[in-house]
């Protein structure tokens, strides 16, 4: 088993500058980073599977220690299957520390080797949120500086779709 | 330089079941670990470093990769002096998430080579404080299940000298 | 005007080790516990009220001082319907916090006489929300430890109809 | 350029003695107060914008520094159209804070000139949510002292029917 | 042991408004509530125990069912002693929840039969604390609202001691 | 009475890039801001009031609507001789929150008529506390970033004699 390989997971409706951030940070510390992009039948979400998987794949070229996957089902499945132990996640504010609190613990209560680290999201970018960023691009408003731009490109189509057509 | 060496900074005074807890989980991940007590002179502890040093020390006897060492002056000088990069920190509740957010922040500005990994601390753990430990055992309480025992013993003598005068 | 009885209101979908570690408790502090399951017609629950009651009715059954009730309408004027004038909750987190403090103070607006006494979740339960455990079942995970295994059960009839049919 | 002008804008749904009491005090420091109404095609509310702007000009009509808008879009827009530069939002609690933080950094994101300033609700008020209110009123409760005399009767029209019919 | 005997501890250094109403609220609740002024050797207070006991006895008098006492230990070894089971506590906020949440986890740590009910503090008192009243008297200002009046001048006879020479 | 001016109150010691930066914003909305350094005899602080008046005055020079002033007293006593009703304050974090929303409020009790307004602070500017800058700076570390170059400067000479002595 290798100790220093960590999944990264996540639903990345859109994958932002800040979690772009943990993965530059984190490929310094780790040997192998997996993004793990979470697919949720019963979760409606703005960008497909597939396009999220594509754009972080374009977004996160550079590091060669970082894959891109996708799955659906328990995490704790996932990481069991895959022989790794270890989950690392970003912490932004309040509000997520005890989201991560509860998900980490409850974890850990249904495979007790698996242990979740977490880094703490640079100040520039603690407050983005995925949401924010749906409704700023929506109403028609610029989000340069909180998403990679092929992001905000892909998102632009997929929230201002009057704006294709009339291309 | 080596990526899975961290260093777990504190005062550890004193070293709970807590802090043991997250080494017993750490050891398991990272290839080695370095526990770093801090000694400030102008802070009054309860016990010396030298005393927490070595209580440490045999508390943590069982893990191969873990050592014990203690310094005075900046963490983020500590840590380029010994060619590491990542500190490991523990955290257990919200108010220690803002204390925690400021000090992996400053750090950062100080070195942005420095990272921290966060560990949550495990939920029978998350209520123990050493200013509560410390007042139990003063008012007469049993430590039990907060510290090892050699640790509850030394606070003892320390905390309750009438005790060992009488003895 | 009974002074020791206690109505416990909650929506209960589904009932947790965490609640069922607050009646334990209660059940030696009170004269008599009324767990209240809420229905309003307007919110989609996973359970029927029905089955919440009944589900409580089984796994409190060796508490004798515990009866189970439902209602539809606002709490206080059940609770003025009833005669009673206290009102049991239990807290696990900050986000809980808020939120209480918000229905405990609307309640006494509302009724002066109206009181709200809290308990907080012992530590192992704390991190135990229903929505997480309903995602943890229907992604085919176990919440033993979560919930009674009666609960669990239901649960898995509920949200995995495939293998009901399967069966 | 008018450096005391403020825009107060918020979806008011509906608007609570919480708002008003933001308002009577913000009537005194600033010379003049636009409230904004933001109606999102989106978003489903329980008043109509034009409810909600009729209500909120009845409820404030004692304060001639007051005037009432509403808008479709993003804030930073409408502010940089009118030529103002300073938002006013007040805050609740802990969970108001993260979101206001995170909102008044994306405005100041998108353009640096915005500023936002906070007051805060005083204490009578704090517990107040629309949601909150809403429920009470569609549970048949009073709303007195949550939201003004008019604002009531509207939302009882709205939010149980049969009353209406029944007259 | 009588199920409905709570002890309400504290250093009460002064005893507020808050405290007094927590009090007026919890005589309705409970058969008996003990008032706990803790005295503790190594804490340095503005008020004697003796003060403090006085203080209280004069403030409470008109309910029947509150007794003061005061104690110099651990609150769980008074518990055991007299045959009560049960704590109550006041929680005004956010900070108070974390702190509450150590000492009852710590008390129950310590004898598993104790429990701990809390009650919240009404709005109009949640943001009164003992240090900013004794800062406000020894600057000149007033405290009526934040205790009663008895106790405000027994605060400035200890804090303003050059007013009362000038007498 | 003049509406638009404020008092930004605070210790300031140090004044740090935040509060300069909450200076620089809060110059272009209000007509004139008065820094108010309290000084009070029981509070031991690193720089003499006198250090302070006159590194915040040298650091807010470019600032034409700034005036620096230091005072010894409640808070509500000189804006009541001033003639001015609205105070000005910076609000970093969660554990702020609190603490200003005590404030305000006793603000507002003893003096009705008295306003509080805040801005947040930048996040680049906001996980830095005066405590770890002074920490930082005893250790050996620079400041640089958190202060303006001449507090560093005043600081080391403070909290670094030994530096000085060798010069």
Known sequence: ???????????????TEGHLNIIARAAG???????????????????????RVSLIVEVTKDYTNV??????GLLVDYIRKKGVRTIL??????????????????????????????????SQFSHISSSLIKEIISLGGSAKGFVPAVV?????????????RRK
């Open 152 to 164: 905000e490109k892909k998102l632009i189509e997929k929230l201002r779709p009057e704006e294709k």
């Open 29 to 51: 510390i780790f040997e192998k980073i997996i993004i793990l992009v979470g697919h949720n039948s019963s979760k409606k979400t703005t960008l497909s599977t597939k396009e």
């Open 67 to 72: 894959e891109v996957e996708s799955f659906n």
């Open 1 to 15: 088993m290798n100790k220093t390989t960590v999944v990264y997971p996540g639903s990345f409706d859109p994958f």
């Open 89 to 122: 996640r970003g912490m932004r504010c309040h509000s997520d520390f005890e989201y991560e609190l509860q998900m980490a613990t409850a974890n850990k209560l249904m495979d007790k080797e698996v242990e979740t680290l977490f880094m703490v999201t640079e």
